[in-house]
């Protein structure tokens, strides 16, 4: 924006300098002068419509890999998710999460109360019966998590792959322990998947702060700093959640 400022002061005081020169320099040199700043009007002309231009190809082209990428991190997310349910806990291993894809499944669960006899209050109240309700969790079947989540697709095989940007770019995957909770962190640099862009769009576009925008220098599901299992990014970026 500053940029864009900056050019079409100049090219006003180009127009005043026009102007003056048409006032006040000698006829037989106004031709030329006329013509060599009507030329740098011109060039500043096409300079502002260009940089305008180029943020807008930027932000197309933004938003198709960002859709890319937020629907390989919600992949992700979900097959952790899955993973957790299974193990208790989450992986750092993309190997691990590929594997359990494979062969996994969860189970399907039922919890029910039912009464059961308190053994200690019976004997505290002298061998009269006190019942207590317990919570009973059934297994009723499984779910294939491939099935599940990938609808028989294999591209969970590719899961750990930026898939747009950098060539051969990968996720940088976390997890561990938040207190006595699980987390886990997928993440990639904005750099990365905007890698054969202007420097100065890129670095435009990690400062972003907005409620339309993904905020930060990368994309991200989870948090490694919180319990939390969303991504950064606003609904509009995918119909998947």
Do not use: C, H
């Not at 702060?209 to 599901?221: C, E, M, T, Y």
Request: aromatic share 10%; proline share 2%.
């Amino acid at each position: 924006m500053n940029v864009i400022i900056a050019i079409v002061v100049i090219i006003v005081l180009t127009i005043g300098i026009v102007w003056l020169i048409d006032k006040f320099v000698p006829r037989k040199i106004k031709p030329v002068i006329n013509i060599l700043l009507w030329a740098l009007i011109i060039f500043l002309g096409y300079m502002t419509y260009m940089s305008v231009y180029k943020e807008i190809q930027f932000n197309t082209l933004k938003e198709k890999r960002f859709a890319v990428v937020i629907d390989r991190l919600i992949d992700i997310r979900d097959a952790q998710l899955a993973y957790k349910d299974v193990n208790g806990t989450y992986t750092d291993s993309f190997d691990k999460l590929i594997k359990f894809v494979e062969t996994g499944k969860v189970p399907i669960t039922q919890r029910r109360d039912t009464l059961v006899l308190d053994e200690e209050r019976t004997k505290a109240f002298g061998g009269v019966e006190t019942m207590k309700t317990e919570t009973l969790i059934d297994t009723l079947s499984y779910y294939s998590v491939k099935d599940s989540i990938f609808g028989g697709s294999d591209r969970y095989k590719n899961m750990m792959n930026v898939g747009v940007g950098k060539e051969g770019a990968t996720f940088e995957m976390k997890a561990g322990k938040l207190d006595e909770f699980s987390v886990f962190e997928a993440s990639v640099d904005k750099a990365v998947i905007l890698d054969d862009q202007e420097k100065y769009l890129i670095e435009k576009e990690k400062q972003v702060v907005s409620v339309d925008g993904v905020n930060g220098p990368s994309l991200k599901v989870g948090s490694m700093d919180e319990v939390f299992t969303k991504g950064n990014w606003p609904k509009s970026y995918t119909n998947k959640e």
